[in-house]
Every structure is written in C-alpha cells, then in structure tokens.
C-alpha cells in the first residue's frame, strides 16, 4: 500500500497585506483562507494519509483569538488524515503562541513544537522528522548533524531556507542545502519557506497557496507526496486563485488623462476576466503628448473603484529631454543643456537633486502638474 501526503506550506493566514488598505486587505485575508479550506478539502477528497504542514500557516500576533478554536475544529475535522505542523519563522512556537492556545491539540494533530528534530510514525518502515521554530528570526543551520536513526524510510519536515535557491529579500532562516539532507538519510524532505514553487531531486516548496504580490510569480500548489517500496514521488497541484499580472500601457497615444482611463480600463477589463481574483500592476511607459497632463496617484484611485488591487507604476516621460535639448537657442533647451552638465559633474548623493530641478522645470515648460 502507498503511504500518501498532501504537503502545503505558508498559508499565512490573517497576513497584514500592508499597504492594500482595510477593505481590499480584509478580501486577501478571505482568499487566503479560502485557499486553506480548498487544501482541506483536496486532503479528504484524495483520501491522503497525512496532511503535512511546512510552517507558516498563519501570522503569529495577527491572529483574531478566535483562530485556535478555528485550527481546531477545521484539523480535527480531517480525522482519520493525520495531520503534522512545523511552524515557521511567521508562526513560532513561542509560550505565548496560538498552537500553545490550541490547547489539547485534536488526536489527528501532531505539532513539532522544538527546535530539534522528533520523530513519528506513519507507517511500518516509515518515519516522519519535524522541528519547529521557537522564535522569530532563526538563523540557525536548519540540520547541521542530525541523522536520521533507525531502519525504512525516512521523510522530513521542515520550514527553512535553500542556502542554493535564495530569491531576492527573503529572510534567511534555518538555511540547509540538499546536500545536509541527502546526509540525513532522508529520501525526502517536505519543506516551507519560499513562496514560489521549487522542486528539488530531495526536497520541494510547493509554495504558498495564494501569491501575496506581484513578485511572487512563480507557482502555488499543493503536492501529492506518494511513499512506495522506500522510494517517494511528488506530484504539484495549482491551488491559487489569485493572480497578479503585468499590463503594459503606451501612453504616446493619447492626449488627454480621460482618454487614458478609458484605454487602461478597457485593458483591465480583459486582464480580469475569467475565474478567481487578478490584481494588476499597470505599466505606464512611453513619452507623454505635450497636451497630457499625466496625474497617477489619481488614475490609480479612479482604477481602484472598479479593479480593487490595481497598482500604477509610472515609468512614462513627461517631456522629451533630447528633442528638447537639440530644438535651437531656445531658453529650454538651454535648461537642459545646463542641468545636465551639472548633474554630470555634481557628486552622486546631489544628483537626485539636481534631477527632480530638472523634471520640474521641464513640467513647468509643457505647463503640467508635478506628480503626487
Ligand atoms: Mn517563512
């Protein structure tokens, strides 16, 4: 008989969303639980042996008090599935944590609460290696010289950083390498981290369930872990509903701030269509028409009624610096001219200075607004 697993990692819920506002943070914090229920519902409906989660399945000090109670009803619930939690660096075992407050956790439920390696049973010949984090920030090795003990096969089940893998701005905690577990004896490891999704001849991140921002484009799932005759096979299940996508806008062509609304809303229109949630990052580029008078701050405000979510990222030109600079002996291209050899020969900490003068005094030329 195989051993199954559905292995998830970084739920995150009740995540802050800092910076999205009440309402639209509010509507992530219900996707993102709505992505755990779909993960619970996918465990029965697989008919899995065990559930395993590789931390960070919810924001320690952001959690409502009703959280536990929740945990508890909706992990017992899954019985006879067991289910086993390492938590993360988001969600430490500390004294004052909600897996504390869990209280007698349901007999399904198997907490790895220490920061050193224990073990449980899944099977004859099958054994299960956890640890939890007990603190915020653990940059620790993750295994240093732990060795798995014992005869069959052994799995591990972990939230920490690939030393090898690390994406940009991720906090390194528990850092390990395949290597370490390769030296472990483990056929397999189960780990929780990164949010995008990684597999790796030993280990996998199946990734958080849902993307938090635009960054995290890679993919989120669930995987199928399957242990048979000691060798193990993983299989990855999409379970986002949420995307964020890019749309690029030129905005040489239109003339005037209306004109634009109307083009980028037309183009979000069919950038959201279809199933589940997307959150756009509009692209302006492109140089502005003399007549364009370009506000972002508020396109985005006007965007946000109809596509909550939707971010502007403005990288247009205002005005043409180098048309500008070659028209003739006209007191504009003089302007230009000047500040340029000056920002050239001004050091580097004066030189965003000098930039914004430029800006403005072209913006004051071409009568336009300065941008929020
Ligand atoms: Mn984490």
Redesign the pocket.
Known sequence: MPYRILHIA?VHLDMAFAGAGTALGRIHRKELEAAFERALGLAKERRVDALCIA??LYEDGRAGSDRAAYLRDVLGDLAPIRVFISP???DPHTPASMYERMGDAPDNVTIFGRRRFASATLAEGLTLWGFGHEHGIDRDPAIGDFTCEGPGTHLLLF?GSDRDHMPPDK?G?APFSGAEIERTGAAYAMV??FHGMLQAPRYAYPGSLEPHTVAQDGRHTVSLVTIQDGRVSADFIDINRVRYVDVDIDITHYGYQAELARAVDERLATATEGDGATYCRVRLGGLAQDSLDLDAASLEDDLAERFPGTRIVDGSAAVDLDAAAREGPTVRAHFVRSMRDRIAAAPVTERPLLEDALRYGMLAFARKSIPA
């Open positions: 970084d931390g960070d993360g660096n988001h939230h906090d905690v929780g981290h």
